[in-house]
Structure formats: structure tokens, C-alpha cells
T-cell receptor
């Protein structure tokens, strides 16, 4: 089945220690998104890629970076995680229809 | 600029009674609108979508929504609630006037279903 895969499902890191979250897709979609969802809140868009074009939301902290080496993969890098960055990170993909297909998420814990 | 407002943070219904989850949007163009459901500790699942075709949209699990441009609303309904419908529901607006993919989630409505 075509799908969106996120690894790892659970990630524990230490305060200030860089961490990378991974997303891959078999849908061959042009667009890939990263969201942050804190407990009992709505997902918040951090940035998205349209092919190789990177689109950063204005209020996304500089601490968050992303890479998309090819159509299938997209990475979220958190350069210096703080306690406030503990959250569920969701990856999604879409084609031109804007209908987004979500991965299961990576739950990040910062100690 | 676009925005989306879910008018109720919590809705409680009895099993077998109708469900109404309200959503209003603001946009300077014709956006795509979606409803997603998120069960506890589960991923987001698309219920239905409006992309400028029919204004009454039917989704999965008996849900439907009506796009009303004059009221800038996209309310989600279901004739008869089931216990398994208890979850968080998000109204989502996506797209912009440049054909981009900016996406905004509403704050969410928690649906409780009583036996």
C-alpha cells in the first residue's frame, strides 16, 4: 500500500542535542509537509516543500530546519532542542489537490 | 490571509443522535476545505474534502459537510452518532491565491458520544 512512513516513532533527546526525524513516502507526491502538534492542540505547519522549493512559515523558529534530498524523503532537523520542542511531529504529503496524507508521527521527548 | 475557526471546543451527543461540528473560514479566494479526524494516539484521517465541485460533500463513516460561501461555513454533520465517532475533529483550509499549499488547522472540536 502507498503510504507515508515516519521514523522513529518515538525519539528521546537531551536538551540542546541535535536530532533528526525522517519521513518517506511511496505516493510520489510533489509536496511534503512538516507539522508540530503539542498535546491537546491542533497541528501547526512548520514548513513544506513543493518539489525542491522550500516554503518556511513566518513563525517557524530558526532552530527547525528541513532537507528534501529526493522526492521520497524529507527530514526535520532540530538543531538545539529545548523543552518546549517536545511534541508530536507529523509528516504529510499531497499532490496538486491539496488533500494531505499523514504519517503516524514521531513523538519527541526532550530531557 | 486565510483563517479557520471551529466554533465549539467540545461537543457532547448521545449515541444515535445527530452530530453537528461547526467551522467557519476566512479567505480572499476559493480555498480547499477538509475535515480530518484524530482518534486518541492515532494519526490523522481524512473524512472529506471540498475542492470547488459539489457544495454538499459526502465523506467516510456517514459524515457529510456543506460548503456555504455566503456564510463562509463548512459544517460537519452526521445523522446518527456512534460510540466509535468519539475523537478530535479538525477543520482545515489549504491553498492560497498563488496556487500554493499553505495549510491552517482549526483548533479542533472534541466529540464525546454518550451511551
Amino acid at each position: 500500500d502507498a503510504m507515508v512512513i515516519q521514523n522513529p516513532r518515538y525519539q528521546v533527546t537531551q536538551f540542546g542535542k541535535p536530532v533528526t526525524l525522517s519521513c518517506s513516502q511511496t505516493l510520489n507526491h510533489n509536496v511534503m509537509y512538516w507539522y508540530q502538534q503539542k498535546s491537546s492542540q491542533a497541528p501547526k505547519l512548520l514548513f513544506h516543500y513543493y518539489d525542491k522549493d522550500f516554503n518556511n512559515e513566518a513563525d517557524t523558529p530558526d532552530n527547525f530546519q528541513s532537507r528534501r534530498p529526493n522526492t521520497s524523503f524529507c527530514f526535520l532537523d532540530i538543531r538545539s532542542p529545548g523543552l518546549g520542542d517536545a511534541a508530536m511531529y507529523l509528516c504529510a504529503t499531497s499532490s496538486f489537490s491539496n488533500e494531505q496524507f499523514f504519517g503516524p508521527g514521531t513523538r519527541l521527548t526532550v530531557l | 490571509a486565510q483563517s479557520v475557526t471551529q466554533l465549539d471546543s467540545h461537543v457532547s451527543v448521545s449515541e444515535g443522535t445527530p452530530v453537528l461540528l461547526r467551522c467557519n473560514y476566512s479567505s480572499s479566494y476559493s480555498p480547499s476545505l477538509f475535515w480530518y479526524v484524530q482518534h486518541p494516539n492515532k494519526g490523522l484521517q481524512l473524512l472529506l474534502k471540498y475542492t470547488s465541485a459539489a457544495t454538499l460533500v459526502k465523506g467516510i463513516n456517514g459524515f457529510e459537510a456543506e460548503f456555504k460561501k455566503s456564510e463562509t461555513s463548512f459544517h460537519l454533520t452526521k445523522p446518527s452518532a456512534h460510540m466509535s465517532d468519539a475523537a478530535e475533529y479538525f477543520c482545515v483550509v489549504s491553498g492560497d491565491d498563488t496556487g500554493g499549499f499553505k495549510t491552517i488547522f482549526g483548533a479542533g472540536t472534541r466529540l464525546f458520544v454518550k451511551a
